[in-house]
């Protein structure tokens, strides 16, 4: 079904993973102006907005894991009466790992607008800094909890021939690493990085091994974004 000429349109809104001065000021007229902001914690959303002094009285509305299959369709009908919706997450990139997926369906399948307010995300951020090829990748997002599974992935892409991106947590990242090293082996090339963008950010790229090691003697403290070289590469 067309669009009508009135409806309102999606802005994917991207927050900063960590330095408040990554948001960018397309992002930020985009949520000032916007009629509804959906966000995944109306808390966290609403620290930024008070930092960027944006008034947010009765415009927050939380779209989270649990409810975006039905609350898709709310907004949908919502911009379809002409509002103007802001999508944002946490931090990062609305849709990657975090809610908006379905929201964009939706919109796409009735012909509503969507347009984004691009900016950080720890994928790039990571692949960026890792010094490791950036010719082509694959990003999986957080692979299962359980080390049986993490290693049949690990088993599955030892001869992928590109660069790998996975998330992980702090609560995780040993156990991680140590299944990555088990099935790729310790001189397969990698990179971890950890709190991007902010303070402590911290970037070890070299054999899994080693990586590894430095890894646990550091602080684990924060967010993680592991990033795997083709079997071969050198630094």
């Known amino acids: 079904m067309p669009a009508p000429t009135t409806s309102g349109t999606l802005t994917l809104i991207a927050a900063p993973i960590g330095n ?9 007229e985009a949520l000032a102006s916007a009629t509804c902001i959906a966000c995944e914690d109306t808390r966290v959303t609403g620290k930024l907005l008070n930092k960027l002094e944006i008034a947010y009285e009765a415009k927050l509305i939380s779209y989270r894991e649990e409810n975006e299959s039905y609350m898709a369709s709310e907004l949908a009908d919502r911009m379809a009466a002409g509002e103007d919706i802001a ?3 946490d931090a990062g990139t609305p849709a990657i790992s975090d809610p908006g997926f379905r929201l964009v369906r939706e919109c796409r399948k009735r012909g509503l607008p969507v347009t984004t307010a691009p900016g950080v995300s720890a994928v790039i951020t990571a692949l960026s800094l ?3 090829p950036s010719d082509g990748f694959l990003y999986v997002g957080f692979l299962p ?6 290693k049949r992935f690990f088993d599955a892409h030892q001869d992928f021939g590109y660069t790998i991106i996975i998330y992980e947590s ?3 990242i040993g156990k991680f690493l140590n299944d990555l090293v088990a099935t790729l082996g310790p001189d397969r090339c990698i990179s971890v990085c950890r709190e991007l963008t902010k303070l402590h950010e911290t970037v070890h790229t070299g054999p899994a091994g080693d990586v590894r090691d430095r890894v646990a003697k550091g602080s684990q403290k924060g967010e993680f974004v592991v990033v795997i ?3 071969g590469f050198e630094l």
């Open 20 to 28: 408040l001065s990554d948001m960018t000021p397309r992002a930020i």
């Open 130 to 132: 890792s010094g490791l």
């Open 145 to 150: 909890p359980k080390s049986a599974a993490r």
């Open 170 to 172: 702090c609560h995780r």
């Open 229 to 231: 070289a083709k079997d």
């Open 87 to 89: 999508l944002i997450a």
